[in-house]
């Protein structure tokens, strides 16, 4: 739970100012988000019932929090992950269209989350679904949709420099895409996270495509739930993905900062697929998994993108608890005040 704290950090916005800038932000993005994507605001739940296939793994290995509910003769509910899963149900509910989905505030409690600058207990993002035809399934609609996106990222960094002109734009003009696998043979001696600094310190923003699949050396870049994103797609070459992470280069702390991760949904073919890779065809039989392969959702694309992360980073933030209300270990606090940064 080591802390980054940078040498000459130098607050920008005092704290009553920074609750303004905040709030700017999450107006304006989610603005362009909806515009850019042709997406409409749905309400969301903060908790699921157990057992229904609807919460979001992340790496498989996260405990969700949960607690039994009196009303419903103890059936247990936990809180979400994310909204994976969810959103792509509501596409199916609305009957929504192809070119157009849903966005919606998700907040969520990730109790095995290592706390640092990066990452809190509470997690707040702008989960977005897609209804797609079968012929978007392919890399060149990805990279449209994550140019979108970046854009829509750009625009945001522009107004708060138009309105705190001290705060000066990092992001290139452009994002850069490159596969995981390319950064496995580009640099075969390092970790996922060493490439990950290299290829974004580089380039600035860059979308790194094939998240959760096994790369040549037998390891995936990081771990990806089977059964939302595909991440085995097969073009006939081998795996190529259609999911992937857009990574920022962070100019204060000076290391690659996650805005989103997204990707194509799975099909049913890719769900069985990855379900079986993953070791875990049982799932095949949970009430969202028989959904899809009943044909009764859509085929989709969707994601995630961290509303404290991206105010954190276009506020040129040292750590998040500058931007959000959590809990945090008192070394920190105290290792964090002697810095000068303080928490909310």
């Known amino acids: 739970m080591a802390v980054?704290?940078?040498?000459?950090?130098?607050?920008?916005?005092?704290?009553?100012?920074?609750?303004?800038?905040?709030?700017?932000?999450?107006?304006?993005?989610?603005d362009k988000?909806?515009?850019?994507?042709?997406?409409?605001?749905?309400?969301?739940?903060?908790?699921?019932?157990?057992?229904?296939?609807?919460?979001?793994?992340?790496?498989?290995?996260?405990?969700?929090?949960g607690f039994d509910i009196k009303a419903l003769g103890g059936q247990h509910a936990e809180v979400v992950h994310s909204l994976a899963k969810w959103k792509r149900t509501k596409l199916?509910?609305?009957?929504?269209?192809?070119?157009?989905?849903?966005?919606?505030?998700?907040?969520?409690?990730?109790?095995?989350?290592e706390l640092d600058n990066l990452h809190s207990l509470y997690v707040d993002q702008w989960d977005?679904?897609?209804?797609i035809e079968a012929s978007d399934r392919n890399l060149t609609f990805l990279k449209d949709i994550v140019t979108k996106i970046y854009k829509a990222l750009l625009d945001t960094e522009e107004m708060i420099y138009h309105r705190f002109p001290h705060i000066t734009p990092t992001l290139p003009r452009e994002i850069t895409f490159v596969h995981a696998a390319d950064l496995q043979r580009q640099f075969p001696d390092l970790t996922p996270k060493q490439r990950e600094v290299e290829i974004t310190k580089k380039y600035?923003?860059?979308?790194?495509?094939?998240?959760?699949?096994?790369?040549?050396?037998?390891?995936?870049?990081?771990g990806r739930a089977p059964d939302y994103d595909d991440w085995s797609t097969d073009n006939g070459e081998g795996s190529t993905g259609l999911n992937g992470d857009i990574l920022v280069w962070n100019?204060?702390?000076?290391?690659?900062?996650?805005?989103?991760?997204?990707?194509?949904?799975?099909?049913?073919?890719?769900?069985?697929r990855q379900l079986?890779?993953?070791?875990?065809?049982?799932?095949?039989?949970?009430?969202?998994?028989?959904?899809?392969?009943?044909?009764?959702?859509?085929?989709?694309?969707?994601?995630?993108?961290?509303?404290?992360?991206?105010?954190?980073?276009?506020?040129?933030?040292?750590h998040i608890g500058e931007v959000q209300a959590s809990i945090w270990p008192q070394d920190q606090i105290d290792d964090l005040a002697k810095a000068g940064i303080r928490l909310i």
């Open 251 to 272: 100019t204060v702390l000076q290391c690659p900062f996650e805005l989103s991760s997204m990707g194509i949904r799975v099909d049913k073919e890719a769900l069985l």
């Open 92 to 113: 199916a509910d609305y009957d929504i269209a192809p070119g157009f989905g849903l966005y919606t505030d998700m907040n969520a409690i990730r109790a095995d989350e």
């Open 33 to 65: 988000l909806s515009d850019a994507l042709n997406l409409r605001r749905v309400t969301a739940p903060l908790f699921v019932l157990s057992g229904t296939g609807l919460n979001d793994d992340l790496n498989g290995v996260e405990k969700p929090v």
């Open 276 to 318: 079986d890779k993953a070791g875990c065809p049982q799932r095949a039989n949970l009430k969202f998994h028989k959904a899809l392969l009943d044909g009764k959702l859509p085929l989709s694309i969707g994601g995630g993108i961290g509303q404290s992360r991206l105010c954190m980073f276009i506020l040129q933030k040292a």
């Open 204 to 222: 600035g923003a860059v979308f790194i495509i094939g998240i959760g699949d096994t790369l040549a050396d037998g390891k995936p870049h990081d």
């Open 4 to 30: 980054i704290i940078p040498q000459k950090y130098k607050l920008k916005l005092l704290p009553e100012t920074t609750e303004i800038a905040i709030k700017d932000i999450k107006m304006f993005f989610q």
């Open 128 to 131: 977005w679904e897609r209804t």
